[in-house]
T-cell receptor, first 111, second 114 residues
Framework: GQQLNQSPQSMFIQEGEDVSMNCTSS?????WLWYKQDPGEGPVLLIA?????ELTSNGRLTAQFGITRKDSFLNISASIPSDVGIYFC???????????FGKGTTLSVSS | EAGVAQSPRYKIIEKRQSVAFWCNPI?????LYWYQQILGQGPKLLIQ????????DSQLPKDRFSAERLKGVDSTLKIQPAKLEDSAVYLC???FGQGGEKLFFGSGTQLSVL
């Protein structure tokens, strides 16, 4: 089946640093979304992207839908301790309606 | 606005026993999804409903898993009999339309099979 390759698998950063993570696929997608999951909770939607090349911000978060439709990245600027969690990319392929998720990037922030 | 409600939050059973999970989606959301999330992995779709009809159940292990959404609102996911490898978090999500652009998740049910 279709898979999303998300990297890095984990990151350890200092408070105030910027963070970048990305997601790639061998197939094209018509929607990319980024979710954050805290321990014991379900994923929470951060940003949704609908057009190739689209760049969207949500506070300190910025995400882009790759031109090839096969990738997306998420940047977090000036990280703070509450940014700790697991970040998932998710894509909706043209051939289906449900989202396919990456394996996640675990972010740790030290103050 | 109330979010997606799931119960129970935790369940511990022995292998070969049966278990059921319940989900109530956000009011007005026609599409409901059940995802399985194994530790260290991203959520994996088990089944998708549009109102009370099944849209996609291609990854549902139908020999032991079943799901229903009889009145097009809340849903139940059942496992019978459970295996050790079924230990996971079962997440319910809903979206307004069938496009799946924005899924809203519940807190999940953490299942441990001993």
């Amino acid at each position: 089946g279709q898979q999303l390759n998300q990297s890095p698998q984990s990151m350890f950063i200092q408070e105030g640093e910027d963070v970048s993570m990305n997601c790639t696929s061998s197939s094209i997608f018509n929607t990319w979304l980024w979710y954050k999951q805290d321990p014991g909770e379900g994923p929470v939607l951060l940003i949704a992207l609908y057009k190739a090349g689209e760049l969207t911000s949500n506070g300190r978060l910025t995400a882009q839908f790759g031109i090839t439709r096969k990738d997306s990245f998420l940047n977090i600027s000036a990280s703070i301790p509450s940014d700790v969690g697991i970040y998932f990319c998710a894509g909706r392929p043209f051939t289906g309606t449900a989202l396919i998720f990456g394996k996640g990037t675990t972010l740790s922030v030290s103050s | 606005e109330a979010g997606v409600a799931q119960s129970p939050r935790y369940k511990i059973i022995e292998k070969r026993q049966s278990v059921a999970f319940w989900c109530n989606p956000i009011s007005g959301h026609a599409t409901l999804y059940w995802y399985q999330q194994i530790l260290g992995q991203g959520p994996k779709l088990l089944i998708q409903f549009q109102n009370n009809g099944v849209v996609d159940d291609s990854q549902l292990p139908k020999d032991r898993f079943s799901a229903e959404r009889l009145k097009g609102v809340d849903s139940t996911l059942k496992i019978q009999p459970a295996k050790l490898e079924d230990s996971a978090v079962y997440l319910c999500a809903s979206s307004f339309g069938q496009g799946g652009e924005k899924l809203f998740f519940g807190s999940g049910t953490q299942l441990s099979v001993l």
